[in-house]
T-cell receptor, first 113, second 115 residues
Framework: NAGVTQTPKFQVLKTGQSMTLQCAQD?????MSWYRQDPGMGLRLIHY???????DQGEVPNGYNVSRSTTEDFPLRLLSAAPSQTSVYFC????????????FGSGTRLTVV | GNSVTQMEGPVTLSEEAFLTINCTYT??????LFWYVQYPGEGLQLLLK?????DKGSNKGFEATYRKETTSFHLEKGSVQVSDSAVYFC??????????????FGKGTLLTVNP
């Protein structure tokens, strides 16, 4: 029972580099989201998807891209990393229109230097 | 959009003390309400939920009642344990077209329970 799997767990990037944070779920959930967690800010929604081929922006989408080619995978791409993107990133998935809440991955801690 | 005002921490209690963490929200429509818990170094876990007015969510001794008239969803536990030490997040969903897939999180309340 893998649930939501995020890789890598830790990453250090230099300013201007690009990378992809991976997220995969094996529960056949239609809804998937990316959040970032910063001290004193709670979690803020970056992008979300309501199904394969459908994505939309959340509260803080700038500097990030997503795609959803399959139900299982929802990668988050940082186009040109900036120190302001230093954060902990969580991927989450849900079924049944979100009524049962989200299952979260264990997070990726990203540092941009 | 939705907004959440959550009791600021940190909250420090002795074992077996009573816990209340206040949460009020603003939302359009009829959101579902959730409490999530984050243990140190881990992701968030769903603690409990309520989907309509006057519903009471409960789990692991924690309870919260959906109060539509006061737009509140306060978290309570009668006797906390050291293992309850964690960060707690209140999160209403956005009800759109019958779906509740967008959550708005409070800033979190750090609870520390001492033996």
């Amino acid at each position: 029972n893998a649930g939501v799997t995020q890789t890598p767990k830790f990453q250090v990037l230099k300013t201007g580099q690009s990378m992809t944070l991976q997220c995969a779920q094996d529960m056949n959930h239609e809804y998937m989201s990316w959040y970032r967690q910063d001290p004193g800010m709670g979690l803020r929604l970056i992008h979300y998807s309501v199904g394969a081929g459908i994505t939309d922006q959340g509260e803080v989408p700038n500097g990030y891209n997503v795609s959803r080619s399959t139900t299982e995978d929802f990668p988050l791409r940082l186009l040109s990393a900036a120190p302001s993107q230093t954060s902990v990133y969580f991927c989450a998935s849900s079924s049944d229109r979100g009524s049962y809440g989200y299952t979260f991955g264990s997070g990726t801690r990203l540092t941009v230097v | 959009g939705n907004s959440v005002t959550q009791m600021e921490g940190p909250v420090t209690l002795s074992e077996e003390a009573f816990l209340t963490i206040n949460c009020t929200y603003t939302a359009t429509g009829y959101p579902s309400l959730f409490w999530y818990v984050q243990y140190p170094g881990e992701g968030l876990q769903l603690l409990l939920k309520a989907t309509k007015a006057d519903d009471k969510g409960s789990n692991k001794g924690f309870e919260a009642t959906y109060r539509k008239e006061t737009t509140s969803f306060h978290l309570e536990k009668g006797s906390v344990q050291v293992s309850d030490s964690a960060v707690y997040f209140c999160a209403p969903s956005s009800n759109s077209g019958g779906s509740n897939y967008k959550l708005t999180f409070g800033k979190g309340t750090l609870l520390t329970v001492n033996p």
